[in-house]
């Protein structure tokens, strides 16, 4: 059989084990294993459920939905104060890369990616024929915009940023971003998958900017990662490329039924985020506590990247798993290694993972 060249020794995304898997392997039952590795919400969107379940049935799953996701796309469009003219609604913000990479990125060209970060950016490039040229983060995993654009050359067709960025978590000033989609002139596609957590935002930027694409999602704070709705936010001309790209019918109809209802409940979505706002407060004061044994790193996501000192992040990892809690190990992950990530979840939870995390660490 022949396949494409570029996905001989390809590194493929990192997929999560299923939940039945670790549960076999360490011998509990599937509802004993807490997933603190996916950064999504404990908290469920009850409100757009309700809707959900009065239009039922009446949905007309035998018809494709509307592609132009009419009323979705008003709703984004109230959100973020942006214009129709100005949005494209995608199938979770991991389409919104997919169509960002498509628009930009042709075989050979290079793509620049500020590392550690989200490892779907390099997979995309990849998968288009690119080079990616990784531009480590500093030592407080700060962006680097001067070592950022003396990495464009004359083939960089597109800069990948992530902010507040996963797996770090931390947040950049807004003035770092713009220079690079000012300097560097070329596509600039900016993933704003946490910002709700974190309530800044470069999103006005579009509104100045052709080269700039903002990418965001409903997946984390507004606890619908089972959904698959996210969108682009961009200039008008911008997203008359970016639609070229579009396939027409990537979200099913009851995707935009509860993402429409998702933003008709703002409410509960800012509920949520507040209470995982101050459970990321409580988390992190209890393993700043734990110093010397671990290093928590200061986060302004819904996840706190953590390092265990002088123990291995593998076995701290398969200890927790034994317990029912599963993190990100990102051990392997170059500028991120040793390294764990765990997602804030309820209080319950959180304080389930510290008196862990002090017994594996004897902290
Ligand atoms: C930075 C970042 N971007 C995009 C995604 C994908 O989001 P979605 O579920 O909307 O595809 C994730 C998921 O974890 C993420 O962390």
């Known amino acids: 059989m022949k396949t494409r060249k570029v996905l001989e020794d390809f590194d493929a995304y990192g997929w999560e084990t299923p939940t039945r898997e670790i549960a076999t392997e360490v011998g509990l039952e599937p509802e004993q294993i807490v997933r603190l590795d996916t950064n999504t919400s404990p908290y469920r969107p009850?409100?757009?459920?309700?809707?959900?379940?009065?239009?039922?049935?009446?949905?007309?799953?035998?018809?494709?939905?509307?592609?132009?996701?009419?009323?979705?796309?008003?709703?984004?469009?109230?959100?973020?104060?942006?214009?129709?003219?100005?949005?494209?609604?995608?199938?979770?913000?991991?389409?919104?890369?997919?169509?960002?990479?498509?628009?930009?990125?042709?075989?050979?060209?290079?793509?620049?990616?500020?590392?550690?970060?989200?490892?779907?950016?390099?997979?995309?490039?990849?998968?288009?024929?690119?080079?990616?040229?990784?531009?480590?983060?500093g030592p407080d995993f700060e962006l680097q915009a001067d070592k950022v654009l003396e990495a464009v050359g004359p083939r960089t067709s597109l800069i990948f940023l992530c902010n507040p960025n996963n797996p770090t978590g931390n947040y950049s000033p807004i003035e770092e971003v713009e220079r690079i989609v000012r300097e560097s002139g070329v596509g600039v596609l900016l993933d704003e998958a946490y910002f709700e957590m974190c309530g800044k935002t470069a999103i006005d930027l579009t509104d100045k900017y052709e080269n700039l694409i903002v990418c965001r999602t409903m997946s984390k704070a507004f606890s619908m990662a089972g959904v698959r709705v996210g969108y682009l936010v961009a200039k008008a001309r911008t997203v008359e490329v970016l639609n070229k790209v579009r396939p027409p019918n990537s979200l099913s109809v009851l995707s935009v039924i509860l993402g429409e209802a998702g933003f008709s409940h703002l409410d509960e979505m800012r509920r949520h985020v507040r209470a995982t706002v101050r459970e990321r407060g409580r988390l992190f004061v209890e393993l700043r506590k734990m110093k010397g044994r671990l290093t928590a790193f200061p986060s302004e996501t819904n996840f706190i990247l953590i390092r265990p000192e002088g123990a291995r992040a593998d076995d701290v990892q398969k200890r927790l798993m034994k317990k029912g809690l599963v993190l990100r190990n990102l051990s392997k992950v170059r500028g991120a290694e040793n390294c764990l990530r765990c997602t804030v979840g309820s209080a319950e939870t959180n304080a389930r993972l510290v008196t862990e995390l002090k017994e594996i660490l004897g902290a």
């Open 46 to 137: 009850d409100a757009a459920m309700r809707t959900l379940a009065r239009l039922l049935p009446k949905v007309g799953v035998n018809d494709y939905p509307d592609t132009s996701y009419h009323g979705l796309a008003e709703g984004i469009s109230r959100y973020t104060g942006k214009g129709l003219d100005r949005l494209v609604v995608t199938n979770g913000a991991d389409e919104g890369l997919d169509i960002t990479t498509k628009v930009f990125v042709d075989q050979g060209d290079e793509v620049i990616i500020p590392t550690p970060t989200y490892s779907m950016y390099r997979i995309g490039a990849q998968l288009m024929g690119a080079k990616v040229k990784a531009v480590p983060r």
